[in-house]
Each structure stands twice: as C-alpha cells, then as structure tokens.
C-alpha cells in the first residue's frame, strides 16, 4: 500500500498521484487539508523523510509569511504551526513501507515504488 497525503487543488498533487496510477500502485489518498493530522502522525512523517520540520514548512504561503516568518520556533512549534494551518505542509507527500518522499517535482515518487 502507498499513501499519499494530497491536495487536489494542487497541480503537483494531481500529477504525483497520477505517476503512482500509472505504476499500478495500491493507493491510500489522505486529504489532509479535509482531514488534519495529529502531532504523532506528523512527526512520524517528518521521521519517514528524514527531514527537520521546517523542510516540511511551504515558506511562501500568507499564512507563514504574516504569523510566523522571521520567528523563534522549535521543532514543536512548526509541528504545531502545520497542524493548526494544514496548508502549510509541503505536498505531496508519498510513504510507502518505511520510506517517504516529497513528489516534487511528482517523477521522483518513483524513487520508492
């Protein structure tokens, strides 16, 4: 099974999920945005892509740029700030087994197929 957390609106998204129909995969579409994640499960994720949370962090979006920008925040903080704001979590995301990979751009999903 593949999972990917994805955001339809998101051309990226849209294209990363079609290259994993396109490789037969199994799929797991988590909305995020409809269905927010737990710290635990966000961590964990963060964990998968062996990444430090503000790699996870979308820098360009309003939301970052008037709340939190050029702030203090611990890894805590910016797994709090994503939960609270999903939009601010990099998309998509793919996990399969115990790898993870951010698609962008959505070709290199095929990494860990």
Known sequence: MTTIYHNPRC???RQCLAVLEEHNEEIEIVKY?????SKDKLSEIINLLQISPIELVR???AIWKENYKNKELS?????????ENPKLIERPIVIKGNKAIIGRPPEKVVDIL
């Not at 945005?33 to 994640?37: I, M, S, V």
């Not at 890894?75 to 939960?83: N, P, V």
């Open 59 to 61: 820098k360009n979006e």
């Open 75 to 83: 890894d805590d903080d910016l797994i709090l700030a994503m939960i």
């Open 11 to 13: 051309s990226k998204s």
């Open 33 to 37: 945005l409809d269905t927010p994640l």
